[in-house]
């Protein structure tokens, strides 16, 4: 049966994409979510030139969330580029 | 007739755009009018009315206008909802009364650390797209029990979905209800408990007649109005202080200032250390290990909270569900990310012109709000420039010059009083209302549906009677939608005291029970319903355990479980002496009110109440894991459904009977 243990393959292949992305997505969503702001003391110190912003709050206040905004438009064309190099898109 | 009302609502579809815009336009034209008639000299009540009454109308005529008697419609709203569309509807469902009115009021008084909310609120969508919300939309379900009874064999896993959603769903949208009555009741001067049964009517007009289609189109109209009325004041207020109409950008000045004047009024004694909170220092408010708690669980909350999975069961494809977690996640990041600003810009204007300054020489937008009891100076309300004077008097040696501690501000008046303090029209003012209102109304009826839709669906249509016909299932949802409605109104109006804690309490709930079922069942094959199934129970069990004790049974909490004291964040030290609270007579109360000694103040590892996902959660991975490799592995039928889940091309996995 060629065909359906190519189909599994196929399946396993992008999975495995698929699971790459996720845990990539995770580390930088981690990433901004705690970590950056675990050194929020240190960075207050740094203040954004014209703006006046300390840059651990605007960090916190504006920074991350700009990262996660971008970052979910960036998913949505990854993930659906995996998809359809898989051949698992659905029609457009 | 159903051909004629499919090619109604596909050129419906086709110009939402046009619609939206001229709907968009339609609000402008109004708020101009009302200014115009302000500027005639009509009263304040009369326009603050106007305001009200003309949004809820609005609203009223799209639930009417998007009646439906199509299953499908009713609980998915025909998945036909556009990503951008749905963005916005899924928008004006997360921001609720809280995030509108009090999320700058918190950010204003607890400055860094208040911040914790606004990343728990918006990061969550990341793991909404990536873990969960897509791949429940190839699904194909109508509810989250309905995922969770497929993969996890039947109608035991689904009680247990219900359980959780009804727990999570119930004291949220009690919330938003009492938030509708609350600025009904300031705005329009009614009595509260009538203000809580009119807003009610509002919600049950969208909800009831046309279930998700009504609800997505109206929460769009919803999310319109609401941007407009958050960001209008603000921007007026920027480019007046600062000549550039971008708050979010300005108010890094006006943080500058911030920082220079706390240090002016430690020097001058208008405040002390003990008492000022520097509005950017990180941990005195949360401890370090609640800050980052409470992020986590609002973050994962918001991928477990039912009424936020179900939007994305509205979009066309799975590609467009993923689209529409970004579109969302933008939409509410537009609020969430001015809301700093409103903190900072009334921080700045409360200590430059009211600490400092002579009682006698207060601004009258004061007194406002003092009327009301939502500013206190020198400990009572600050109704006219006479009580306040007599109040500060009476203390001794008081200067008459106000000091950082003689000044009380209730968290809600930030955002409503804004536009008073940027000196605007009353106009603005009706506009917030407005804007707040929406935010309530439409969070209230996204809420209502998920639970009228989990009682009706999944305990009546898929437990008590599978074969009960189409036209009976939507009148046995509409007559759940209306008993949960007035269930939540009636509890709303009895002003119960921790409402707004309640909401913090729904995400970890959420989190607890939802998240590990639903991220196991698709990310891992070898999950399998027995697993599932005891890692809800020992999650949500853990989590509500966690939170009742603390909360309503803290002296037995201490007494055998081992609690002990929250811990101060600045100086780590016990914030009550338990020794002491143990020796009080009412030490082991059952339900006592927030003024007890001990509730809400003890815990394990000094976690707050709030963020007791984080004990529920990883027991629930855990439970999971453990209990499925002990049994044996899901069938091959059940990984090939698994797979098909995983694949966005193709048949849903569940095609539900829609007639």
């Known amino acids: ?92 | 007739m159903a051909t004629e009302s499919t090619s109604g609502s596909g050129d419906f579809l086709n110009n939402l755009g046009r619609v939206y815009s001229i709907y968009t336009g339609g609000f402008l034209a109004f708020v101009i009018l009302i200014a115009v008639l302000e500027q005639m000299g009509v009263p304040n009540k009369i326009l603050g009315y106007l305001f009200v009454f003309f949004t809820l109308a609005v609203y009223a005529i799209i639930g009417v206008l998007s009646r439906t008697a199509q299953v499908s419609e009713y609980y998915v709203a025909g998945r036909s909802v556009p990503a951008f569309y749905n963005g916005m509807a899924t928008g004006a469902d997360w921001m609720s009364a809280a995030s509108f009115v009090g999320m700058a009021g918190t950010l204003f008084l607890l400055g860094y650390d208040g911040i914790a909310w606004v990343l728990g609120w918006t990061g969550g969508f990341v793991l909404v797209s990536i873990l969960i919300g897509p791949y429940l939309r190839k699904f194909g379900a109508y509810t989250v029990p309905d995922f969770l009874a497929f993969r996890y064999g039947g109608n035991f896993a689904r009680g247990l979905g219900v359980i959780v959603l009804v727990a999570c769903s119930f004291t949220y949208v009690t919330a938003q209800i009492y938030g509708t009555g609350l600025i009904a009741s300031r705005f329009l001067g009614m009595p509260f408990e009538l203000a809580v049964f009119a807003g009610l009517v509002g919600i049950l007009v969208c909800s009831m007649l046309g279930g998700m289609r009504a609800v997505t189109w109206t929460q769009v109209a919803q999310y319109i109005v609401l941007i407009i009325a958050y960001l209008t004041p603000i921007v007026i207020l920027s480019t007046k202080k600062y000549g550039f109409p971008i708050p979010e950008l300005t108010y890094g000045l006006a943080i500058s200032d911030i920082i220079a004047r706390e240090q002016q009024m430690l020097a001058s004694g208008l405040a002390t250390v003990a008492n000022l909170k520097p509005h950017i220092s990180p941990f005195i408010n949360y401890s370090p290990l609640n800050f980052f708690a409470i992020i986590l669980c609002m973050m994962v909350g918001t991928a477990s909270l039912p009424h936020i999975l179900m939007r994305y069961f509205t979009t066309p494809s799975v590609r467009e569900a993923r689209q529409s977690v970004a579109w969302s996640l933008l939409f509410i990041f537009l609020l969430y990310f001015s809301a700093p600003a409103y903190a900072a810009f009334s921080k700045l204007e409360v200590y430059t012109n009211i600490i400092g300054a002579d009682v006698t020489a207060l601004k009258p937008w004061i007194f406002n709000w003092g009327e009301l009891g939502l500013i206190q100076i020198c400990g009572k309300n600050a109704g006219s420039i006479d009580a306040i004077v007599a109040a500060c008097k009476a203390i001794a040696g008081h200067t008459g010059v106000v000091r950082l501690q003689d000044f009380v501000i209730n968290t809600d008046v930030i955002v409503l009083s804004t536009p008073e303090i940027a000196g605007l029209p009353y106009v603005i003012s009706g506009l917030v209302a407005a804007g707040g209102l929406a935010a309530a109304l439409s969070t209230a009826d996204g809420l209502l549906l998920a639970i009228a839709n989990a009682l009706s669906h999944d305990v009546y249509y898929k437990m008590v009677d599978p074969n009960a016909p189409t036209v009976r299932r939507l009148m046995v949802a509409r007559v759940l939608l209306l008993i949960v409605a007035i269930v939540a109104a009636a509890t709303a109006a009895t002003k119960p005291g921790d409402i707004l804690a309640m909401v913090g309490w729904a995400f970890s709930l959420a989190m607890a029970g939802n998240f590990p079922a639903l991220v196991m069942g698709v990310w891992w094959k070898r999950t399998t319903a027995t697993g599932a199934i005891c890692g809800i129970i020992a999650g949500f069990g853990l989590c509500l355990f966690y939170l009742v004790t603390t909360r309503y049974f803290p002296g037995a909490g201490v007494k055998y479980y081992g609690m002990t004291s929250l811990l101060n964040p600045v100086t780590g030290a016990p914030i009550v002496d338990i020794a002491k609270a143990m020796a009080l007579p009412n030490a082991m109360e059952a339900f006592p009110t927030l003024a007890h000694p001990l509730a809400n103040k003890v815990g394990w590892f000094g976690l707050t109440n709030i963020a007791c996902g984080m004990l529920g959660a990883p027991l629930g991975f855990a439970v999971i894991y453990v209990v499925s490799l002990l049994g044996k592995e899901p069938s091959k039928e059940m990984q090939a459904y698994v797979d098909d889940i995983r694949k966005p091309r193709g048949r849903t996995v569940l095609e539900e009977k829609t007639t």
Do not use: C
């Open chain 1, 1 to 92: 049966m060629p065909e359906s243990t190519d189909l599994k393959q196929r399946e396993e292949a992008h999975w495995a994409k698929t699971s790459r992305l996720m845990f990539m997505h995770l580390g930088v969503w981690f990433f901004f979510g705690y970590v950056i702001h675990m050194f929020v003391v240190p960075l207050n110190k740094i203040i954004i030139p014209i703006l006046g912003f300390p840059l651990g709050f605007y960090m916190a206040a504006q920074g991350s969330l700009i990262v996660f905004v971008v970052m979910l438009f960036m998913f949505a064309r990854q993930q659906d580029k995996i998809d359809r190099e898989y051949g698992f898109a659905e029609e457009d």
